[in-house]
T-cell receptor
């Protein structure tokens, strides 16, 4: 069965600094998508970034980038120039036909 | 364009009561799904549908029923609520594309069963 593991329940970062959130997954599939979702206190699930498994190039979206290591089944999220508004729960997710979530990492951002 | 809408936003039920959580989307998405979110457990798939008239079970389907009579609507029914069903419920939709493309989430319903 596919599983997604986020081993960091909580992380903290100073404003303007860089932080990396870790995610590993287990699958026997070769074609899949990976996502990072942000959940602020409003509870809304917001897609931050997505990565197609067949693409070797790491996805980037403004201050957010991923380090996708397919052989290692690792998919970390790097947030550069952290802002107070980045404080939220971050969920890593994997999908082929169903979306499977990790347990989340709570990110705190200090001024 | 409203996206994915869910009603109600909050609900308190007594054990044994029944209710329906509503979900609607206006993006003509074929794929719709329900998740529950519990502390420390991320989101877990309850039921999903790949089109009108087609539904299937996810990871935690017990105690929940769904139907899909139209493309737009995907209600979730609790036939006899139990305290273990206290959770936040999210509905999501997407196009059907293998592998499933990104899902759009509703704002969630916080359900408390006493």
């Amino acid at each position: 069965a596919q599983t997604v593991t986020q081993s960091q329940p909580e992380m903290s970062v100073q404003e303007a600094e860089t932080v990396t959130l870790s995610c590993t997954y287990d699958t026997s599939e070769s074609d899949y998508y990976l996502f990072w979702y942000k959940q602020p206190p409003s509870r809304q699930m917001i897609l931050v970034i997505r990565q197609e498994a067949y693409k070797q190039q790491n996805a980037t979206e403004n201050r957010f980038s991923v380090n996708f290591q397919k052989a290692a089944k690792s998919f970390s999220l790097k947030i550069s120039d952290s802002q107070l508004g980045d404080a939220a729960m971050y969920f890593c997710a994997y999908t082929t036909d169903k979306l499977i979530f990790g347990t989340g990492t709570r990110l705190q951002v200090f001024p | 364009n409203a996206g994915v809408t869910q009603t109600p936003k909050f609900q308190v039920l007594k054990t044994g009561q029944s209710m329906t959580l509503q979900c609607a989307q206006d993006m003509n998405h074929e794929y719709m799904s329900w998740y529950r979110q519990d502390p420390g457990m991320g989101l877990r798939l309850i039921h999903y549908s790949v089109g009108a008239g087609i539904t299937d079970q996810g990871e935690v389907p017990n105690g929940y029923n769904v139907s899909r009579s139209t493309t737009e609507d995907f209600p979730l029914r609790l036939l006899s609520a139990a305290p273990s069903q206290t959770s936040v419920y999210f509905c999501a939709s997407s196009i059907v594309e293998a592998p499933v493309y990104e899902q759009y989430f509703g704002p969630g319903t916080r359900l408390t069963v006493t």
